[in-house]
């Protein structure tokens, strides 16, 4: 059983807190966020906090109850600060355009990659930076992996698509005899 669970989550300020048996619903200063709720995890508001248990013994919803308390956490902090994930495009002629809800890459392929950027998460991008925003932190870290997924960084020169801080192990290339 998870340790976040052994007692009340706290709720934050300016944030309101509303489960029923199928889904839980936060609201906050930028927005709101619901989730369905799995059949084998019971959430419960309280004055204290929000009390997440498991419905039955099994192994599953267990692990579920730390799952819910982490997705409750998160949502909290998204509707009150914003998540952002930075993607850095390098490579010579590399670059990506942003065309109304669509990201255009140019990253050597014979053809433009069109990704379609999902409601719900804020593109910027500034020269060769991509700047993705959203009060749901797993909406833009799923969208963040489908555009570093579109050139993923190589070993040799490091072109690619990458996080800001991301390391990007390196390999030495041939040696001339």
Do not use: C, W
Request: proline share 5%; glycine share 8%; no cysteine.
């Amino acid at each position: 059983m998870s340790r976040f669970t052994k007692k009340p989550i706290a709720i934050l300020p300016k944030v309101e807190v509303s489960a029923d048996v199928q889904t839980l619903t936060v609201k906050g200063p930028l927005g709101t966020l619901t989730r369905t709720i799995h059949p084998t995890v019971a959430i419960e508001v309280t004055p204290e906090g929000v009390v997440i248990t498991a419905k039955n013994n099994s192994k599953l919803s267990k692990a579920l109850t730390g799952t819910f308390a982490s997705h409750l956490k998160n949502m909290m902090a998204g509707t009150i600060e914003v998540f952002k994930k930075v993607l850095i495009l390098e490579g010579v002629g590399y670059r990506v355009e942003l065309k109304g809800k669509e990201l255009v890459f140019a990253v050597g392929f014979s053809h433009p990659v069109t990704l379609q950027i999902p409601d719900g998460v804020k593109a910027v991008v500034e020269k060769n930076t991509i700047r993705l925003e959203s009060i749901d932190k797993e909406l833009v870290g799923q969208f963040a992996a489908v555009v570093r997924d579109v050139k993923k960084p190589e070993p040799y020169l490091g072109k690619g698509i990458h996080y800001e801080n991301e390391v990007i192990r390196r390999k030495q290339g041939k040696k001339s005899v």
